[in-house]
């Protein structure tokens, strides 16, 4: 097969072709060329995502992060598997194929899917002191389960119980044999979010990445549906891209991986939507930034028992 030339690509730039061509004889980009790598990918159009993936052909295989994400093994972009890689922030020792790793794991979506990790992580431990009983916490779209393997690690003796939803058999395989020493307080199940039902309350809904892959019409449809399981005095909280998450163009070209990025605005409406009130709800995010948190919490019921409406009458009849 006859390689092409730079001036036989009609969109990019002979000098950018040139340059992508020499990243991938050399193995990568060295921490030096990351800036320029990104400006690249900055400028390209639908045309020229063709012909980066192209020039990219060497390393879109499974033996790369790049190549893993784009040719999506499981049939799916965000598989349990690779996020996996992400939390651990594999590398291939390869030669051929280091550098690329290790560019990928210094991308800003990268880095904010591990602060993603520990945000929930530090969100477990203040629901888990805040109480001596049991506290029941849903997971939609558990995928490797990695982030409550660590913390129950840390906090063996945590009161936390946690119910685990996806989809994929493989990713609960994956998440039973990885937390094998906890699962008396895990139960996992394979279901689609949009069919679960149960008459469980939670003290914590959790979803990380799952939410980013549903149209508006979905998203409310879910929040609606799922703030009828949380407890009074509960709260749940949804990860979503933001939309102005900097690795949006490399995400599109090198690994065609799609999410609905959004606003803190758009989240917050969304939530309004589904029939939370606006006091109960914020929105947070990781360092980054990259990753926004959609906060809706359950308020408690004042009328709960007779002394407390009593105490409510007093108070404003006076």
């Known amino acids: 097969m006859k390689t092409k030339t730079a001036s036989a690509f009609t969109v990019l730039r002979e000098e950018d072709v040139n340059y992508v061509k020499s990243l991938v004889a050399n193995g990568g980009p060295e921490e030096k060329d990351y800036d320029a790598f990104f400006q690249v990918l900055e400028q390209l159009d639908e045309k020229g995502v063709n012909e980066i993936r192209e020039l990219l052909g060497p390393i879109m295989n499974e033996q790369t992060m790049v190549g893993f994400a784009y040719v999506k093994p499981f049939g799916y972009a965000g598989d349990y598997q690779i996020i996996d890689y992400i939390y651990q922030q594999k590398v291939n020792p390869d030669p051929r194929y280091s550098k690329w790793d290790k560019w990928y794991h210094e991308q800003h979506a990268a880095k904010a899917v591990r602060n993603r990790k520990e945000f929930f992580k530090d969100v477990l431990e203040k629901l888990d002191a805040a109480s001596d009983t049991q506290k029941n916490v849903l997971v939609l779209g558990s995928g490797p389960a990695t982030d409550v393997y ?9 009161k936390l119980h946690f119910d685990l939803l996806d989809l994929d058999q493989r990713a609960i395989d994956y998440a039973k044999k990885k937390n094998a020493k906890f699962l008396d307080r895990l139960n996992f199940i394979r279901i689609n979010v949009l069919r679960y039902k149960t008459y ?3 003290d914590l809904i959790w979803s990380a990445g799952l939410f980013d892959y549903f149209k508006e019409k979905h998203f409310i449809y879910l929040v609606r549906k799922y703030l009828d399981y949380v407890k009074e005095g509960g709260e749940m909280i949804i990860g979503n891209f933001s939309d102005q998450n900097p690795s949006t163009k490399g995400m599109h070209a090198m690994l065609e991986w799609h999410l609905n990025q959004r606003s803190s605005r758009q989240l917050v409406s969304y939530a309004v939507e589904a029939g939370a009130d606006p006091v109960n709800v914020s ?34 009849n006076n």
């Open 283 to 316: 929105v947070d995010k990781e360092p980054l930034e990259v990753n926004l948190f959609l906060r809706v919490k359950k308020p408690s019921n004042p009328f709960r028992n007779a002394e407390t409406f009593i105490s409510w009458l007093d108070i404003n």
């Open 150 to 158: 660590e913390f129950l690690t840390k906090h063996p003796d945590s």
């Open 200 to 202: 469980k309350f939670y």
